[in-house]
Nanobody, 119 residues
């Protein structure tokens, strides 16, 4: 069983920065594709950023391109989301997601961490 624990959320002013972390335990971290999603009340969960299992491929939602950076440290079993130039509309609960393919996709979620961008 894979467990994911996010940290690093909080309150920040517009234009500020935060770095989210997601520590994984259980399973084989280097095999996972890792994703960050976010969700606001009343809306569907949105994919924000993805990093491949090898770390050589990343992808971002258009709304965060050029401002957010996803990275992974396989030695620490941790994935990060560096968020710069934050906007009020980035306010959401951010979720870490890990998935890998083994006779079908296996998907795991963290509990989420709140990010609030407000002056």
């Amino acid at each position: 069983q894979v467990q994911l624990v996010e940290s690093g959320g909080g309150l920040v002013q517009p234009g500020g920065s935060l770095r989210l972390s997601c520590a994984a335990s259980g399973g084989t971290f280097r095999r996972y594709e890792l994703n960050w999603y976010r969700q606001v009340p009343g809306k569907e969960r949105e994919l924000v950023a993805m990093i491949s299992s090898t770390g050589d491929s990343t992808n971002y939602a258009d709304s965060v391109k050029g401002r957010f950076t996803i990275s992974r440290d396989n030695a620490k079993n941790t994935v990060y989301l560096q968020m710069d130039s934050l906007k009020v509309e980035d306010t959401a609960v951010y979720y870490c997601n890990a998935r890998f393919y083994l006779l079908g996709w296996k998907t795991y979620w963290g509990q989420g961490t709140q990010v609030t961008v407000s002056s």
